[in-house]
């Protein structure tokens, strides 16, 4: 158990909503080309995110996602149409939860602790996949970097917590299992929790995670202490 | 050919200095894991420029490169030790000019146009690459991100190149075989030609470069008509 936190931001695509099954679906509608597509299409994703925000072009993180499968179906030569690309975008708008992190999330609300979404998600994508995983009532805000029109790691998207809390970045838990976003959050300033699901090797940043776990589980026995 | 410009600001890794023999080099170290090896390190130092770009969290390309190659010996399973990594960045410090690269430069020279390199590079390594391939006495400046502690796309790097040259950024081509970079430099409102050696799609980012080539005789003929 640690000190309690003011409250818990959890970053949402690989965190809290698990997606995998849009890989499945690039494989059965790209047969062998599937977990090359869904890497891409992650990476660019992300790249996008990056380059927008440095040169200050922002566009909503749902238009960044169409566009990096958009480059994704020219890079590895795919036959991307309209039927296939909505098929993947509508996957990736109804996500499932991880298996452990409904009940994971019901210990923490159960313990009076402030649960909050911290994302470079729009507020609108952010919406539906809570409601596709299930985890409708259980945040108490959704921090989105549409609201300053930077993404992570700026340190505008970060500051929305503090702010919203109305204390200091150290006061409270930033939770993802993107170690870049990690890094990004342990520069700011928040104590931070990285869910390393994959078993990936700590980004060579020269910053280290507060805490390292697997899963949500993990949260829940830093805070709780069960 | 074009109006002519004030002058030509050219990207270095990738574009002057083929990176390839890196690759070469990383293969016979890690048979039949060379190319993932190039490809990852290439990656992460990209990666690595940004995420400290975008967290005021500056460290020199080298450095930077050295991280990148050590994250990827974990990330690969590789026997990394010393000696591999100083063979693998020692390459990277002398890299070969792609094989037009040398005539098109002296062709341009010999326009009187002057010529820049506009890099993320710091200044110590880019004097030993441009020496490694011949390029000595080819350029008026080297403009370095080191100077301003940012990374492309920041605009600050960027910014460089008019501040130099005591122009508009429109007065200037930018030359680079990075679309990502093509991008950034065609936002900030430089001419730009993307040098798309191996034929890659172009980033969806609603951008598009000025003029597309395939090596630097393409810039050759935009300029100097030949």
Chains 1, 2 share one sequence.
Not at 63 to 91: H, K, P, W
Not at 114 to 127: F, Q, R, S, V
Not at 155 to 183: K, M, R, T
């Amino acid at each position: 158990m640690i000190p309690t936190p003011k409250a818990i931001c959890f970053d949402a695509y690989g965190t809290l909503f698990d997606v995998h099954s849009v890989g499945q679906l690039a494989e059965s509608l790209f047969p062998g080309k599937g977990k090359a597509l869904s890497q891409l299409w992650r990476d660019k994703q992300v790249e996008y995110t990056r380059l927008r925000s440095m040169s200050g072009r922002y566009k909503p993180f749902w238009e960044i996602t169409v566009d990096a499968l958009n480059y994704c179906g020219a890079a590895l030569g795919l036959d991307l149409g309209a039927a296939q690309r909505d098929a993947l975008m509508a996957q990736y708008a109804r996500l499932s939860a991880f298996p452990e992190n409904l009940q994971a999330l019901q210990r923490l609300q159960a313990s009076g602790l402030p649960l909050a979404i911290h994302t470079n998600g729009n507020p609108e994508m952010i919406a539906q996949a809570v409601e596709s995983a299930g985890m409708s009532g259980m945040f108490s805000t959704v921090l989105s970097a549409d609201r300053v029109r930077r993404y992570k790691v700026d340190a505008s998207v970060y500051q929305l917590a503090p702010d919203f809390f109305n204390c200091q970045a150290s006061e409270l838990l930033f939770v993802s299992s993107n170690g870049w976003d990690i890094c990004g959050a342990t520069w700011f300033g928040f104590k931070t929790l990285w869910v390393n699901r994959s078993g990936a090797p700590a980004e060579c940043l020269d910053v280290m995670p507060s805490y390292i776990g697997s899963s949500l589980n993990d949260v829940v026995a830093l805070v709780c202490g069960q």
